[in-house]
């Protein structure tokens, strides 16, 4: 047991004063004789004795009734027993939110502010010896354990904004699983958050752990927030030199009607557009931004409005890659195919050549950026060596068969290729699907794709045994079957088709995804998979290196926070390295770096979920605790307005002053009752 308040205990010295006042008794009596009353002294022996046994009751009932009071004032409370053989006793979880949301203007400067300013003064109150288990948004490898009083206070005072979030599931499931591990038990957990409705995106699970709730919900002075959603560029290859646009959304949060908002493109730290758009109250808008990119490479961006107080969603970072003359090559057999010809040859964007396969006057093919088999019934041993060559040194080849082709000699390539072969011609008519891998990219280059897309029909097809899960889906039909899919050869790709580009078998190649798809594939070796990514969203980013035969480890480097890493990464299809990032400490442009080489920009943008400043009330937030099992007691349903103190006397781990109350007034019962039978 341990006091709140031990000051009040020297009161237990005014116990002595009764006691004094009991034995120091200076009142004189005086004996009088009767000749004639000599039994009256036996009976005056008797109630002698008894009236000083009722005194010394009187007495003690008076001491305990004192010091009852004296101790409730001292305000005991109970910690729990350690478990045998366990060297923890019971710890007070602490959750901190630190999130971006944290950053809004309170009482002290931020909400984070006044969340570290009010811990700081329950800190202060609870008893010297208690224990805490600390946790707030960030990586786990610094996140201190259990610890005390003194170390606690300090690492709060530490605590910064981070870019991470948690949602409250996730807070519960770190305390669950950090007491199993540490063998202790958690007398209460506080919580100290704004309570976005973002933080209960996932269903809460039933409390497993036991103790008292105590959400402290620090309220914000604005409730809104004008931030830039996401952005995509119109034309997803970029050409140097040639004008592009990149449309934004922005999403206005407020009650209030803009006439004219600036939005700014920045193109490698330079502003190439400004324009002012109307922004309705409550309402999303696009812009549209154009550009002319003039250099060649990686290209670093943003989009850009000015809002205040909320600011970490006033600018959306993206990268692209801009090249030019990107070599193509195709070889035939037939006869050139007409489509590819015109996606390729009427660009200036790529180089395009095409020879008869025969008559290809080169030794190797190690000049182009994409080889393309189409129209090939029989693959000659000197073109299969060429084709295996180049795949090795990180080219990316696509093959079309022809249906009448000799199946043989296909998979004869095929297994040389080590990817998976034909088994025989699928004769009825199937409809394609976006694979799942693909949704991100089709988000790119499709504007509308909440609405249903048609995909393409195929009359024919050949069906790709067996389905290797080392390979990358672009089109699926329904059933599952493989139609177009990348394989990792050596260090190159190798795209397989299950069909030939004639209009008598399918329509792809008057589909709208026709030209985004041969440039996805011609470029594969050129540009990352996304304009940006998410920080926190635990997404594996995809880089291309060609020309490199060894896959060296990728470092992630920003010079500007300073901050350099190797993440987690595995060897990916043909010359791709996949990267889980990790832990990031802020968004920005990353450069991914093998060895010397930038191979991959790579922007990093704030996660938008905080974005929507919508806030918990008090009773949802008790309703959502209490349904999950959580003994909460919120008076007057909520504790912001409350002192560290109060707070504290709410936390305590278990409050036994009021025992002493019933004591103290059970003791006053009880010597009315003596008082009123010694009279």
Request: aromatic residues 10%; contains cysteine.
């Amino acid at each position: 047991m341990v006091f709140l308040q031990p000051l009040f205990l020297y009161g237990l010295f005014l116990l002595a004063i009764p006691i004094l006042i009991h034995f120091l008794n200076f009142r004189k009596s005086k004996t009088i004789y009767f000749s004639s009353l000599r039994f009256i002294e036996e009976v005056k022996t008797t109630y002698r004795k008894r009236n000083h046994l009722t005194d010394l009751l009187l007495l003690f009932l008076r001491l305990i009734i004192l010091a009852c009071l004296i101790l409730a004032f001292a305000q005991p409370v109970l910690q729990s027993e350690k478990k045998q053989g366990s060297t923890v006793s019971s710890v007070i979880g602490l959750f901190i939110d630190n999130s971006k949301s944290m950053e809004v203007s309170g009482q002290n400067g931020t909400l984070l502010a006044d969340a570290k300013a009010g811990v700081h003064e329950i800190l202060k109150q609870l008893p010297p010896d208690s224990r805490f288990l600390l946790l707030h948004n960030v990586s786990a490898d610094e996140l201190p354990g259990i610890t005390d009083k003194e170390v606690t206070d300090q690492l709060i005072s530490g605590i910064k904004l981070s870019s991470d979030q948690m949602e409250m599931e996730d807070v519960f499931r770190y305390f669950s699983q950090s007491l199993n591990e540490k063998e202790a038990t958690l007398s209460s957990l506080i919580l100290i958050s704004d309570f976005q409705e973002s933080l209960f995106n996932k269903p809460l699970s039933s409390s497993t752990t036991g103790g008292s709730i105590f959400p402290i919900p620090i309220k914000p002075m604005v409730t809104s927030n004008i931030s830039i959603d996401t952005c995509w560029l119109d034309n997803p290859v970029v050409l140097s030199g040639q004008n592009n646009s990149i449309t934004a959304r922005i999403n206005n949060r407020s009650d209030q009607d803009y006439q004219d908002f600036p939005v700014r493109l920045i193109l490698n730290d330079s502003l190439r557009n400004e324009i002012t758009i109307k922004l309705p109250s409550r309402t999303v808008s696009e812009v549209s931004l154009n550009f002319h990119p003039n250099s060649k490479g990686w290209q670093s961006g943003s989009v850009q409005i000015s809002d205040f107080p909320v600011v970490f969603d006033n600018e959306l970072l993206f990268s692209f890659r801009t090249e030019s003359d990107i070599p193509v090559l195709s070889l035939y057999d037939r006869g050139e195919n007409i489509y590819l010809k015109h996606v390729f040859n009427d660009d200036p964007y790529f180089k395009y050549e095409a020879f008869g396969e025969k008559g290809f006057p080169r030794s190797d093919l190690k000049d182009y950026n994409l080889v393309i088999l189409t129209g090939i019934r029989v693959i000659d041993s000197r073109l299969s060596s060429r084709v295996q060559d180049y795949l090795a040194s990180g080219g990316t080849v696509w093959f079309f068969p022809e249906l009448d082709g000799d199946l043989v000699n296909y998979n004869a390539f095929l297994h040389s290729l080590k990817v998976p072969e034909y088994q025989n011609i699928i004769p009825y008519k199937i409809e394609s699907a976006i694979a799942r891998d693909q949704t991100q990219w089709l988000q790119e280059v499709v504007v509308n794709v909440d609405r249903r897309l048609r995909l393409p029909f195929f009359n024919k097809t050949l069906k790709v045994v067996p389905i290797s899960p080392d390979r990358l889906d672009l089109l699926n039909s329904v059933s599952g079957d493989l139609l177009l899919s990348q394989f990792r050869t050596g260090a190159g790709t190798f795209i397989l088709s299950a069909f030939p580009l004639n209009e008598k078998i399918t329509d792809l190649m008057y589909h709208p995804l026709f030209i985004p798809i041969c440039y996805r594939i011609a470029t594969l070796s050129k540009n990352s998979s996304a304009l940006y990514q998410i920080i926190g969203q635990k997404r594996p980013v995809v880089v291309n290196h060609p020309g490199l035969s060894d896959h060296l480890p990728v470092r992630i480097s920003n010079s500007k926070i300073p901050f350099e890493s190797f993440p987690v990464q595995q060897v990916g299809i043909g010359s791709e390295t996949v990267l889980y990032p990790g832990h990031l400490p802020a968004a920005g442009q990353f450069d991914a770096i093998e060895g010397s080489d930038t191979v991959a920009r790579i922007a990093f943008n704030y996660d938008r979920t905080e974005s929507d400043l919508s806030y918990l009330t008090d009773s949802t937030l008790k309703k959502r605790f209490m349904n999950a099992g959580w003994n909460i007691s919120m008076n007057n349903n909520t504790y912001s307005g409350k002192t560290g103190l109060e707070l504290a006397n709410e936390i305590a781990v278990k409050k036994i002053w009021y025992y002493f109350l019933v004591m103290a007034l059970v003791a006053l019962l009880a010597e009315s009752l003596v008082m009123n039978r010694k009279k």
